[in-house]
């Protein structure tokens, strides 16, 4: 499969290219619209977090730091917090009933759970990629588009451009170019997948934060996610939650390993693959449980 | 044959017979209509005003009270979308899951739902009275709004409740405000602000007892909000408690023609819902 390699520091649009999208004057780059300062990048950084949601305590004392260009996996029994670690992480258990969280979340700098935060800018630095396909009840165009009209890019012409280049990205571009408008709930799954990566990309975030990305997928169509991932890890810092450990072993830099609410190991992938260190993270990866 | 297989067939049956005697109940009131009021049925009927001998059987025509109650119908609706929507939106998209506040909403809305129509209309009236009003065309919006309001927030709330926690955090996570995600979800709540619309209207221009007390009536089509305004409903009531079988009859053509407003309005909700629903996510 043939997909265009997203690079924002090598690759430049050629003149051919402007005039296919008949963008007549002025510079415009689809993957640099939003003129952000990307020198201060950094990690995330999770400090002392708990979260307890209706009393019980999901997350218990987790510190973590998630490394800027590397794939990190989380892995670990269902139940074990996995999803509600990536979720706080970009604040979307705000609305969920009863949850209460203590600790510290760093984006950038920023701390996330500070009283008065303006929590969208921080979310737009993550593009959040969810289990199932979830498309907006739109077209396809209108998909991606969407992202950067909230963050204000209304012209025509350079819309046409943002949707071109992400499509292209991620390996959907020559399937669904023409039929930009149809609706998107009716591309197979493994396309609507790949539009809501192209969704998040949009926006330009820093980190892609990926709850079990591809379990709903088939094999051919996890693969292609893989190998988008395998690609964007060099301009994004993935996290990726995974029940596959032969996933998390394919593509995994970095490894955290959780049980019952607590880390319990977190290290380069080789170091927890081949040599890890407590004994939980042993049976696990022997499958004595799941 | 097995016992599984007979009840099969049993339920099969008893669905069968269900469903055909609700099409009866249909068939045979439209039967009834059209049969008592197709004599009375013409141009005139829709075209005109009631003449000087109409409620005694000479000339003239309904337009009153079809205007009357299209007006009625018409502004109440959009007061009462006015109102219900950012309702909706509230409970659904401001409010958390399972919030104490929006229970206690919902059971508001659910008592409201369960009032009559007549208690509307009596309630009304007592402060008119209080105020000093007349009967007029305003009087008449406002109850049907309060009527439907409750019909409105329902059958949304029902639609948005069903709502995906993915979709929506799908648009939080672009870092979308709530208010940009409500201009998301409304795309895929369309179909049922449209379902919820028509529910409204049949409910609201076929109630009698509501405008008995607040629009009144009249044989002019009103000019200003301040003035009586006739409905089909109240026409239909009238002129059948008339001793006259000419005038009988034209309570079952304002009849036939209510009928005929809401299949009409019926069937361009259904196409326009099929418009709508174009982009929701299954």
Not at chain 1, 10 to 16: A, H, Q, V
Request: charged share 20%; hydrophobic share 45%; proline share 4%.
């Amino acid at each position: 499969m043939n997909i265009p390699l997203l690079n924002k520091k090598i690759k430049w649009y050629n003149r051919s290219d402007w005039n296919e999208t008949e963008l007549k004057k002025g510079f415009f780059r689809p993957d640099q619209k939003f003129c952000t300062d990307d020198s201060r990048r950094s990690n995330i950084v999770v400090e002392h977090l708990n979260v307890s949601i209706q009393e019980n305590l999901i997350l218990k004392d987790v510190s973590a730091t998630i490394p800027d260009r590397k794939i990190t996996c989380i892995i670990g029994p269902s139940g074990c917090g996995k999803s509600t670690l990536l979720k706080s992480l970009n604040r979307l258990l705000d609305y969920t009933e009863g949850v209460k969280v203590a600790g510290k979340v760093l984006v950038d700098g920023e701390e996330l759970y500070a009283p008065g935060v303006e929590i969208t800018h921080i979310r737009r630095k993550m593009g959040l990629f969810s289990q199932r396909p979830c498309p907006l009840p739109m077209s396809i165009y209108d998909n991606i588009a969407y992202g950067c009209r909230i963050h204000g890019i209304r012209n025509r012409k350079k819309l046409n451009m943002v949707v071109r280049h992400y499509l292209q990205a991620v390996g959907l571009w020559e399937e669904v170019k023409e039929r930009l408008h149809t609706p998107a709930g009716r591309m197979s799954i493994g396309q609507q997948q790949r539009l809501c990566l192209a969704r998040g990309l949009a926006v330009e975030p820093q980190f892609i934060l990926a709850d079990e990305a591809t379990s709903a997928l088939d094999p051919i169509s996890s693969k292609t996610i893989e190998d988008l991932f395998l690609k964007l890890k060099e301009e994004y810092a993935i996290v990726l939650v995974t029940h596959t450990l032969r996933q998390a072993l394919r593509i995994a830099d970095y490894v955290i390993f959780m049980y019952m609410g607590e880390i319990i190991e977190a290290g380069s992938a080789e170091q927890i693959f081949k040599n890890p260190q407590k004994e939980l993270t042993q049976k696990y990866l022997a499958g004595v449980f799941s | 044959m097995k016992l599984k297989f007979i009840e099969e067939k049993a339920v099969k049956g008893i669905m069968l017979i269900t469903t055909l005697l609700v099409f009866l109940f249909v068939g045979s009131i439209l039967y009834t209509i059209v049969k008592n009021g197709w004599r009375a049925m013409s141009w005139e009927m829709i075209t005109d005003l009631p003449g000087g001998g109409f409620y005694i059987g000479k000339e003239g025509g309904l337009l009153n009270a079809i205007v009357g109650s299209l007006y009625i119908v018409g502004a109440s609706t959009v007061l009462g979308l006015a109102v219900s929507i950012p309702v909706v939106f509230y409970l659904n998209i401001y409010l958390k899951k399972n919030a104490k506040r929006g229970s206690i909403a919902r059971l508001a809305y659910d008592v409201l739902f369960g009032i009559p129509s007549i208690v509307y209309g009596a309630f009304a009236f007592t402060i008119m009275i209080y105020f000093g009003l007349k009967t007029s065309l305003a009087g008449g919006i406002i109850v049907i709004t309060l009527l439907i309001i409750p019909i409105f927030i329902r059958s949304m709330d029902e639609i948005a409740r069903e709502l995906p926690q993915d979709m929506l955090n799908a648009s939080y996570s672009l870092g979308a405000t709530r208010y940009e995600t409500i201009k998301v979800v409304v795309r895929q709540i369309a179909p049922g602000i449209a379902t919820a619309t028509l529910l409204s209207i049949g409910r609201a221009i076929g109630d009698a007892a509501a405008v008995l007390f607040t629009a009144g009536y009249t044989d002019n089509i009103p000019t200003s909000l301040g003035q009586p305004a006739a409905t089909l409903p109240l026409a239909v009531f009238f002129q059948l408690s008339s001793p006259i079988p000419a005038v009988q009859e034209r309570a079952y053509a304002a009849a036939l023609i209510l009928t005929g407003i809401v299949l009409i309005l019926s069937i361009l909700g259904r196409i326009i819902t099929n418009r709508f629903s174009r982009n929701k996510i299954q």
